[in-house]
């Protein structure tokens, strides 16, 4: 039924939260608990602050180039909250709210923009596939997730993020075409947020919306505002049944903007203007969640304040620990190439320990 | 035992796998109904169904993606590349996906997948059908690359490839597929991946080839009065340098042949190891046999591409005559 009202060809968007935190279409409201929207809003306000101490310690040289999240946390947090633990999390790589909501820790988060491989060695039970820095080739694993999972008869979901730049690349059509032709349990993000790097959507992408490549696939496409938590909170949930009654994969765009730079090596100044940051800013997600919460009396000013308190406090002393973590071992370099060393491994590394007895640590 | 073509002794190994693991799938394009191309895989979608054997879209990319996904949530897939020059549209994946999970989680997921692919030249094909890309795979690290080039090395290293715990690339020679037939065991047994075969044992000159040039050598040899000591590398890589440095330490000359390029082909990397190991042993500059850098030409050129015993033997005869 939601997928019929919002055919991405009528020209609608899904809206359940306006940006003043005010509902504007009370029959959409999601049935959600107040633990989980509790969650969603703690993992938002880590999130945001992660990320805006993330770039300052970048600016500062302690840390290395960062995909900054800001703006986008409702795209992600409304959409992987409708998840289930034993469903797939398959990223591209500026998810860290929908990673840290999904069991990955702050410190695995930091660890990996530090880089440290270690950083995508998720616990056992964290059912997310490390950061996918090459652009597209992450719809074909969640395609390959949910196949094992139909043929298994397993309950998993899997649900894979894109942004919108990442739409244009050959393999998104690739992963698409497959999970479709299969009817197979996967649900598709794609986060516009308006930018592939410095290059506006409108450049690169004919079509008017990015939820009507769905219709070339044959499944629903939905658009919804990226900023509306619950708006993503709905169409996710509603993919997700639709997903474990075989009924096949389903498109979500999130309308949504990247406040901040593609990563922290390029200038968004030098390719749009300060007036349309602003416009944006006005529909910040994290605001209107809050001013949400505290309608509903779920939350106040006061709790608001602790919170920022404590996140900055657990941001600010995982980095600490991070930072001071070291250099991975020469071991670690060579041993997982392979399930056991080659022999020329073993002999590169024995080089290496070799010069380094010999001639002194670097 | 049973007389097999190396396509048979492959089609054989899919069905025991599959028979023994119900985690094994098996599919690529026109894989399920008709069986492959070249037929490898008839009937195995009629014994196990279009769930684990089915034909897919005709997209490279997502067979190797889609894999990747299956064999990090608990299916052993085994996928076809209908032909080695078609499997570049899925190098990204291979490359950047394939060959690294295992690194790039530290161990927390590896990748128990297969990759086939028919490959060389010499059955008068198409543009795109007849390259021998084996460097563009051995040159990547957690990738491992078997070639057969008997029925019995085909059923045995399709079988380990199965069972091994990283990604497997089997280069099929096509030319040889239907060429001759062996006995081979009715039951399951695996070929080391990693370990070189001793084709015949000699003293005067070792020749390494793989794949369809194994019997060119051997036929090459038929008609010189050389005792030669011919390697079939079987696995590419890793490369079993043990198997080859002990050979030239005993003859003292070293000839590679493949029809891969030349130019930065396996050949450059098998005697820079036999420099590096046995440079004073030997008799004679090592030498190699390789396919020209030229794109492959089509079918009425292809003649002058593909290596002959003849040419094998010239290369010989010139390796004896010298002296160090």
Redesign the interface.
Known sequence: MLFEEFDPLKGKTLQILDQDGKIVNDKLVPKIKKDTLMKMYHTMVLGRIADEKALQFQRQGRMLTYAPNHGQEAAQLGSIAAMDDDD?L?LAFREMNAMLYKGVTLEQSFLYWLGN??G???N?DVKV??IN??IG?Q???????????K??GTK?V?IAYIGDGGTSH??FH??M??AS??DLPMIVIIQNNQYAISTPREKTIKSKTLAQKAIAYGIPGIQVDGNDPLAMYLATETARERALKGEGPTLIEAVTYRMGPHTTSDNPKLYREDSEVEEWEKKDPLKRFKKYLIDKKYWTDKKDEDLHETSKKEVLDTFKKVENSGEVDLE?IF?????SL????EKQMKYYQEFLNEEGAK | MAVKTILQAINEALDQAMEKDESV?VYGEDVGFEGGVFRTTAGLQKKYGE??V?D??I?E??I????????????K?VVEMQFSGFSL?AY??VV??VAR??????????LPMVIRMPYGGGVKALEHHSESLETLYAHI??L?LVIPSTPYDAKGLTMAAIN???PVIIMEPKRIYRAFKQDIPDEPYEVEI?KARMVKEGKDITIIAWGALVREVEKAMKTLDVDAEIIDLRTIA??D??AIIKSVKKTGRVLVVHEAYKSFGPAAEIISRVNEEAFFYLEAAPRRLAGFDVTVPLPKGEGHFIISPEQIAYEVKKLMAEKA
Do not use: C
């Not at chain 2, 190797?64 to 064999?71: E, H, I, K, N, T």
């Open positions: 797939w398959v491989e270690w995508s060695r998720f056992d596939l490390p820095v090459p080739s719809i074909s694993h969640a395609a390959g997730l949910a196949y094992a999972a043929l298994k998993e899997a050959g393999e690739e992963g075409s497959f032709a299969y670690d041993k997982y190439t392979y399930e080659t022999p020329e491994l | 799938v769930g684990r089915f897919t879209p997209a990319a997502a190797a993606g889609s894999a990747v996904g299956m064999a990090i949530n608990g299916l897939p549209p990204n994946q950047t996906h999970f295992r690194n790039r989680s530290r161990g927390k997921y590896h690290p957690g491992k091994d715990p990283d990693g890793p490369m340098t043990e």
